[in-house]
């Protein structure tokens, strides 16, 4: 089982990346922002979720242990594939997916391509109490509806956290936080 792969990027697409090892290509299928957050011929680390099934064996990278225990969360979701599992992650920001499963917002989560309403709800009554960890206690509405603002445009989590730590959210509307997040991303 592979659970950790670092090499070359000689190719992507809108779906994965191939990282040379040694001479050999892994294809890794990843969420949107490890896609667009790489280019070929980056030196790239990222952890691996193997999945076998009879006919074949496909790997999944992300950037972090975070994202692959979300993922790996995911799966064990009846109903989730691994390519919705994967569609998740590149709409929505760990965090984010946490945050919407901890509040019972199964709007939040059905923004993703092939995951209905009815599909959303059996995420978070199957995960219910499972991620409050993941959630934020200093983050507070305002700047979640930023946080999924910002998400909507295409930010990667990691813009978007680098643009909220620059601001001070403390008695702003979401218009005035929205702005002064996408200054700090431009």
Known sequence: MIGHLTGNIIRTNESSLIIDIGGVGYKVLAPLPVLVGTG?????????HTHVREDQITLFGFKDELDLFLFTKLLNVSGIGPKSALAML????????????????AETLSHTPGVGK???????IELKGKLSHLTGTDENDTTLEVRLALE???YSSKEIHQALDGIVSKDKSTSTLIKEALAQLH
């Open 90 to 105: 590149s709409v929505h920001s760990p965090r984010s997916i946490a945050d919407a499963v901890e509040r019972g917002d």
């Open 40 to 48: 070929i011929g980056e030196t790239v680390s990222l952890y691996i």
């Open 118 to 124: 009815k599909t959303s709800e059996k995420i978070i």
């Open 152 to 154: 909507a445009l295409g």
